[in-house]
């Protein structure tokens, strides 16, 4: 056993070592300005591999732990880890369905949006009720209580690129109209308002753990909610909908309640394992994913104040070029922790395919704002929605915003170089 012990630590050290000589050397117009990028370095490697010596792959005591580091960190009571930001949002909308036998009605959302926010409202039976935006890329308390009618049932919100909606205003009608909030919170973990943490204020929030976002897990996500019996039932969900939700590799063979094989199905003897009270999926993340997530959210506030340096950066540095371009508005109550620094073009004889292209061949990558305006994505021109209001601030993001990266990997050196080839184009074209 003691030579084992030796031989891990041996190769724990050269993990460490490998990484020592991993850093970035940024060569101007050579070495890509990516949007996003995963940031793990020997410590997230020695836990997936300490993991995988471990010999349990399946969900487990690491699943747990990074459950309640992440509910600690929010400061909220209930966290599930799910595969993706993408079945976390089927998941609490599903569960919310459950928990309170709400099956159908109208729910409010932004026509700015990503496929993940907007496709379980329709997955699941109801009718997506889109409205505009404002320059906060989000949903405003006054175009909500424009949609809200006897067929509302819900909000499901988006706080775009980790900029912070103004959720007080929108609690406040949700309670008046007895309306659930779901907070899509994937892009805006750290993200505060009021001093909260975006994600604490909804009957559900949704997190995405994609190398991107604020933390990574390789792929993988999160729903968190105060109310443990919604939390049950999605973790139930989660798990092929089985009605035993004690967590395997740390228990003895009768199970966390002690009663695994005190179970009945109409007079058979059963073990509750195996025992399924709803119609579910597996959404399950591996134990090494948490392995990995548990060293990140220790790295999550180091992260944070990165983003939020090269946001302010940038917004200080780009402020030149305000006849060309504008950032978005943040409410005086928001602290952001901004996804990636959305440009909206104000000049129109600036074309945005121009300026993107020149960028992307400067190695500086970009990204449009997700899908723009949903309804004018080709898989969605047939779907059933009502739409209140006009979308014009929405249809103005699909043509003329666009994204580039504050990530933790970016450098001030890099900061230096984008605006220098920002200032190159718009020289070039004065």
Request: hydrophobic share 40%.
């Amino acid at each position: 056993m003691d030579e084992i012990k030796r031989n891990k630590e041996k190769i724990f050290q050269l993990i460490e070592e490998i990484y020592k000589y991993k850093s970035l050397h940024f060569i101007p117009g050579e070495t890509p300005v990516t949007t996003g990028i995963a940031l793990v370095d020997h410590r997230e490697i020695n836990a997936v591999i300490q993991s995988l010596l471990d010999g349990w792959l399946g969900l487990s005591v690491k699943g747990k732990e990074f459950e309640q580091k992440f509910s600690a960190y929010l400061n909220t009571s209930c966290t599930v880890f799910v595969n993706s930001g993408s079945s976390a949002n089927l998941l609490s909308l599903e569960g919310i369905k459950k928990y309170t036998g709400i099956s159908s009605g109208e729910i409010i959302t932004p026509a700015l949006t990503f496929p993940a926010t907007f496709n379980p409202i329709v997955q699941l039976g109801f009718t997506p009720a889109l409205v505009d935006v404002d320059k906060t890329l989000n949903i405003i308390p006054e175009n909500i209580i424009s949609a809200i009618n006897d067929k509302t049932k819900g909000i499901f919100l988006t706080h775009m690129m980790g900029n912070p909606v103004r959720i007080d205003e929108i609690c406040e009608i949700a309670n008046k109209h007895n309306l659930f909030i779901i907070e899509d919170a994937c892009g805006a973990l750290g993200s505060k308002y009021l001093g909260r943490y975006c994600g604490t204020f909804g009957l559900a929030s949704t997190f995405s753990f994609y190398p991107a976002h604020g933390i990574t897990t390789g792929e993988g996500g999160a729903v968190c909610t105060e109310y443990k019996e919604l939390d049950l039932i999605i973790r139930k969900l989660r798990d092929w909908g089985r009605d035993c939700t004690c967590t395997e590799g740390i228990l003895g063979i009768s199970g966390k309640c002690g009663n695994r094989f005190n179970y009945q199905i109409e007079n058979i003897d059963y073990d509750h394992r195996y025992v399924f009270s709803q119609i579910g999926y597996n959404m399950k993340p591996l134990e090494l994913q948490a392995s990995m997530g548990i060293i990140q959210i220790e790295r999550l506030n180091q992260f944070n104040e990165k983003r939020k340096r090269n946001f302010a950066l940038y917004k200080d540095k780009l402020a030149e070029f305000s006849d060309h371009i504008e950032l978005p508005q943040i409410s005086d109550k928001a602290d952001p922790v901004f996804f990636g620094l959305p440009i909206i073009i104000k000049d129109k004889s600036i074309i945005r395919k121009d300026l993107m292209l020149f960028l992307n061949n400067k190695k500086i990558a970009t990204r449009v704002l997700f899908a723009g305006n949903i309804l004018k994505q080709p898989a969605y021109l047939k779907v059933k929605c009502s739409v209140y209001g006009n979308l014009d601030y929405t249809d103005k993001l699909m043509r003329d915003c666009f994204w580039i990266g504050v990530h933790p990997g970016i450098t001030e050196e890099m900061i230096q170089y984008v605006v220098s080839s920002f200032r190159e184009y718009f020289n070039d074209r004065a």
